[in-house]
C-alpha cells in the first residue's frame, strides 16, 4: 500500500504545484519587432491626446550582441504612454505581473489601463545607462468597482528617453 501512495502523492504535488504558479502569459509584442506601424511597434496604442507628446518619438534600437531589440520611448514635454491594443480579461483577486529589460535616462513605468472605468495603475522605475530587470505586481482589488479587463501599458515620463525590451506580461489566477 505504501508504494502505491507515494507516486500519487508525488503526482498529486506536481500537480498542484503547477496549477498553483499556472498563469495566462498575454500576447503583447513584447519584443517588438519587425518595425513601426504609425510610429508604434504592431499591437501597441499611443493614448493621443491625453498621455502622448508630440515633440517626441519611437524607434527600434537593436540590442548590440544580440538578435533582440528595444523600443525605445523619447518624451521632451509630457508623459508618452503605450498600451496593448488588446484587453484580457481579469477578475477580483488575479495578479497581473508585467516584466522588462529597461535602460535610458528618467523614469519610466510599466503598468496597466482598467476597463470599465479608466482606471491607471503603475509602477514607476529610474532607468540608468545599463540594462535592468524591472517587474511590477499588482492585485486586482476586491471590493472596489469592477475590473473586467486590463490593457499593458509602457511608459516615459517628460524629459525622459526609456528603452524596453523584452516587455512581458501575464495574469495570474
Request: aromatic residues 10%.
Amino acid at each position: 500500500m505504501k508504494t502505491f501512495q507515494t507516486p500519487i502523492m508525488i503526482a498529486a504535488f506536481f500537480c498542484l504545484c503547477g496549477f498553483l504558479s499556472a498563469g495566462e502569459k498575454l500576447d503583447i509584442n513584447g519584443s517588438f519587432g519587425p518595425d513601426l506601424k504609425g510610429g508604434v511597434p504592431s499591437g501597441w496604442l499611443p493614448n493621443k491626446p491625453n498621455n502622448w507628446d508630440e515633440s517626441g518619438w519611437c524607434e527600434l534600437n537593436k540590442i548590440s550582441d544580440t538578435e533582440r531589440i528595444a523600443l525605445q520611448i523619447t518624451s521632451k514635454t509630457r508623459p508618452m504612454h503605450l498600451f496593448s491594443r488588446k484587453q484580457w480579461p481579469t477578475a477580483e483577486g488575479d495578479k497581473c505581473v508585467i516584466m522588462a529589460r529597461v535602460k535610458g535616462k528618467g523614469k519610466g513605468s510599466l503598468g496597466f489601463y482598467a476597463y470599465p472605468g479608466g482606471k491607471f495603475e503603475r509602477k514607476d522605475f529610474n532607468a540608468t545607462a545599463e540594462w535592468t530587470e524591472f517587474i511590477a505586481e499588482f492585485s486586482i482589488p476586491k471590493n472596489s468597482p469592477a475590473i473586467d479587463n486590463i490593457r499593458v501599458v509602457i511608459a516615459a515620463s517628460p524629459d525622459a528617453s526609456v528603452e524596453f525590451s523584452d516587455v512581458t506580461a501575464e495574469i495570474v489566477k
